[in-house]
């Protein structure tokens, strides 16, 4: 009797030092791998308490429509494709003009403290502009102190290309009113505002897809540069998580890092202590007090 009563008094011990130990292991919302038919990878996440916490209020999954969306303070967009190998991302503006449709648009901007930038080929045209507007031809003092243009001169032929495109022609507006915009950072606000400039639409190019004459092939939309880290080195327990079949994500009040594993389970480190505790023999409220009325 002696015997049984320390074997149940060692596995009750065995199991409050698991729930005091191993707290993370209580359930907590499960992150996803994917939205959609798009994979979700570190330092992105589905939702709150997923992936990075410094990306998380500019992307995350949008659980009806199944699409990752990006947000700023210029409104919402929807993600076509993130290269994870080359840390980009490309959105969608539904309300910016492409050869296929033009619509008036506010313009595009980033918040200032967002972990992004422009790709170096991302190419801005501001369409049915103001001829006379004063901040949009008017050259502007950069962050190096040289003066540049808003406006690109050598960007004419681009316009040209653009006023073929079926949509675009239809506004029977002169050459002189598309302007090739080079933003570079937005300036310090981060903000292409249209209103402001006096024009009423922009097309944005990220790639003109080896056909640089042929706008029906270019591809219409924002390329954004990330960064995760200051030397964007990938972290090591967040390597050590996903090999484990986890998603990396973060807990608490300071955002502590944690490995979020399939059921939702939390642990600090990996899932491979979750896996061998889920498969396991668990142990039962009921059995806890059977283990008690022994002692």
Not at 196 to 216: M, R, T
Request: aromatic share 12%; charged share 15%; hydrophobic share 30%.
């Amino acid at each position: 009797m002696n015997l049984i009563r320390s074997c149940c008094s060692i596995s009750l011990f065995s199991f409050i030092s698991l729930i005091i130990f191993f707290p993370s292991l209580i359930s907590s919302q499960a992150c996803q791998r994917t939205c959609g038919d798009q994979k979700i990878h570190y330092p992105f996440g589905s939702g709150l308490g997923c992936g990075d916490p410094r990306f998380q209020k500019y992307i995350t999954c949008d659980h009806d429509q199944q699409k990752l969306i990006f947000t700023t303070h210029s409104g919402t967009y929807t993600i076509n494709t993130i290269d994870y190998n080359n840390l980009i991302i490309y959105i969608q503006d539904p309300s910016m003009s492409t050869c296929s449709a033009t619509q008036p648009n506010k313009g595009f901007g980033l918040d200032w403290d967002a972990p992004f930038t422009f790709i170096d080929d991302n190419v801005f045209a501001l369409l049915d502009c103001s001829t006379t507007s004063s901040p949009l031809y008017t050259s502007r003092t950069s962050v190096n102190g040289s003066i540049v243009p808003l406006c690109d001169n050598e960007g004419a032929p681009i316009c040209s290309l653009l006023y073929s495109c079926p949509a675009i022609s239809t506004l029977n507006l002169p050459i002189s009113t598309c302007c090739v915009y080079t933003p570079v950072d937005l300036g310090p606000a981060y903000d292409m505002d249209l209103k402001k400039l006096q024009c009423n639409s922009y097309a944005s190019i990220y790639s003109f897809n080896g056909q640089e004459s042929n706008p029906q092939s270019w591809k219409f939309g924002i390329g954004l540069k990330y960064r995760f880290s200051v030397k964007n080195d990938y972290p090591s327990a967040c390597s050590v998580c996903e090999r484990s079949n986890g998603v990396c994500g973060y807990t608490g009040t300071y955002n502590s890092f944690v490995c979020n594993c399939v059921g939702g389970a939390n642990t600090t480190s990996d899932c491979y202590f979750s896996a061998s505790w889920s498969n396991g023999v668990k142990i039962l409220p009921l059995q806890i007090s059977k283990f008690a009325s022994l002692r």
